[in-house]
């Protein structure tokens, strides 16, 4: 290889690091946008509670993969970061982007779009939802299967309820029973208990006669069946029910935190939300709570802040429990 071409790799090489390391800071900062409404309209705020879109839109969602769809007129679309339309508003209802793709409506039609609005997808199914390691359920009549992200039917719809795919496997219902099945239809859990959770962190959660316990993905019974209710992991932790209570335990069945609340949500972002008195609040993974619960509704944390509600207003706090955004409408 003779030194021009080396500078030339070695050039290369640094200017697509340095792109996709700014390309990806910029999503991490898009990502810290949350919407607010105000005066009737909704915008954007950073983490500080500082406006970054001003408030003019009718509705508008999250940000997913660096854009956010929103309502203008009663017309969906989407922008960027910036507040600037990449696609302007022409849905009668648009859904997050999930793997480069959006699910929309527009003269009673189900399609898919991609970022620069050219649709990918004319779907001809009674419903659908958002891709997942590059599938997504579907709904033929009575029947459910998937489909890839080019629109192709890839396991027949045969099923009486598929879950999206989780960590490469998808939940089925055949004959009032659930099992796993692979991206080729094939059965790598037989359908055999009453209810089955996502696999998340290697295990999950299914239930067999009044009871829930936690399998791993060859389908052995890694902690008994015992709880009345149970969650997915987050964090390593996975939220359950004995009797009356909530709690968490570890991958191995032990109790972290001892069950004790009216109801939990899974962690996120290194908190979760408890209910109480039938208020909500949030704990840490010690179980001490760090937000007393004072809210009547609420969400859990994400970038840094959650999202609560009071008297029918809602807004943002810290993980100090300090209002960034005072609730609104």
Not at 136 to 164: H, L, P
């Amino acid at each position: 290889m003779n030194k021009l071409y080396r500078y030339f790799l070695y050039g290369f090489n640094l200017w697509f690091f340095i792109f996709n390391i700014g390309t990806l800071r910029a999503q991490s900062i898009i990502s810290t946008l949350f919407p607010v409404k105000q005066n009737g309209k909704y915008g954007y705020i950073d983490n500080t509670g500082r406006v970054i879109i001003k408030p003019r839109f009718d509705n508008a969602w999250d940000f997913s993969e660096g854009v956010a769809a929103v309502c203008d007129n009663n017309k969906w679309g989407y922008i960027n970061g910036g507040g600037k339309y990449i696609i302007s508003p022409q849905f009668d209802w648009a859904e997050d982007f999930a793997e480069g793709l959006a699910k929309v409506i527009a003269g009673g039609k189900v399609y898919y779009v991609n970022k620069i609005g050219k649709i990918i997808i004319k779907t001809q199914f009674i419903g659908s939802g958002e891709f997942s390691e590059a599938l997504t359920w579907v709904n033929i009549g009575d029947d459910y299967g998937y489909m890839d992200t080019k629109g192709k039917k890839v396991i027949k719809a045969k099923y009486e309820w598929v879950s999206n795919f989780s960590e490469w496997l998808g939940v089925v219902r055949t004959k009032e029973k659930y099992g796993y099945v692979n991206r080729n239809g094939d059965y790598v859990i037989e359908p055999q208990y009453d209810l089955a959770c996502d696999f998340s962190e290697g295990l999950a959660a299914v239930k067999s006669g009044d009871y829930f316990g936690f399998i791993d993905k060859q389908g052995r019974i890694v902690i008994k069946f015992q709880f009345r209710e149970a969650g997915n992991y987050t964090d390593s932790l996975a939220r359950v029910k004995v009797n009356d209570w909530w709690g968490y335990i570890d991958k191995k069945g032990e109790y972290i935190i001892n069950p004790q609340f009216e109801w939990v949500d899974d962690f996120s972002d290194g908190c979760a939300m408890i209910k109480v008195e039938n208020l909500f609040g949030y704990i840490d993974k010690r179980g001490k709570i760090t937000i007393k619960p004072q809210f009547h509704n609420a969400v859990g944390f994400a970038n840094g802040l959650a999202k609560v509600e009071l008297q029918g207003k809602w807004g943002y706090i810290d993980k100090t429990g300090k209002y960034i955004w005072e609730p609104t409408e």
